[in-house]
């Protein structure tokens, strides 16, 4: 397989920096270039590569600075781009409404722009070295509870829809549902139900709507994002299956009953088979689409990686 160099845009955050570190591995002749803005949002702690120097690179570079983001293209022969940047902070912590416009929308359709100045002689018309560069857009599942995050995502679809159909640009889109796993904030939903039992606390959800999220563990995304890179079709949207569907409070009962009430499971572990039920994937079918990793196991793996983060003894040995 040939080399790439790979831009990766938003690769200090959570779903980021698990696919950087799955790509490095995984290819050994692939060149990835990370960007990030190192908002509240990032984990700059979860990328050390000093095996992979040689193929690694960071720049603090804001997606909603077009020059910077031109200068990369001169800087390097970038041949394809994966985009996971997005400002998904609530309102309070982003402290202006009108970034989630700027990153979401303006702030995409500048890395759109600079990849197209660089891969195409003209309208439908790739320069012969890039006729196989692709940017792969990364987008949640929006048919959440309205947000300003998801309005400004839904803007940002139909902006890239109209750029590919007005330039001809190789865009491939892959829309998950929520994702959990290692390396994510303590502010997210699952590493903080975790950290309640970590601090032998009665795991509890505030945020007790009835909405359900489809569930997927991030190892699986990246085998799903590598495998819609290399085999989508230009302009095709992949909705990726998910392993487990569930209402906060029921995930939250879950990991009480798994890792808190019963040790671990090792006893009258919760069956549903309404938690456990695979989405069907919609779209078209290839290898590498259909989850591998079991909920309840994503759960084990994630588990672990934040009692040996957390140095929490009375987990380590059980």
Known sequence: MSGKTILVTGGHGFIGSNFIHYYLNKYPDYQIVNIDYNTEAASPENISCPQQKARYSFYRIDIRNAYAISHLFERYDITDIIHFAAETRNTDSVGEIRLYEQTNVLGKLNVLQAAQQAWMTSNNQPKPQYVNSRFHQIALDDRTMPSLYTDSKRRADAAVRAFQTSTGLNIVTTVSPEIFG????????VPALIQQILNGESVSEKRTHSHKHNWLFVRDLCEAIDAVFHLGEPGERYELASTARMSNVELASI????????????????????FFSQKPTSGAQFPGLTPTTSFEKGLRITFDWYVTKNKSQAFLNL
């Open 255 to 274: 990991l009480q009953d798994y890792f808190l009430g019963n040790k671990l499971g090792r006893t009258n572990k919760k069956e549903d088979p309404s």
């Open 182 to 189: 290692p390396m994510q904030k303590e502010t997210g939903l």
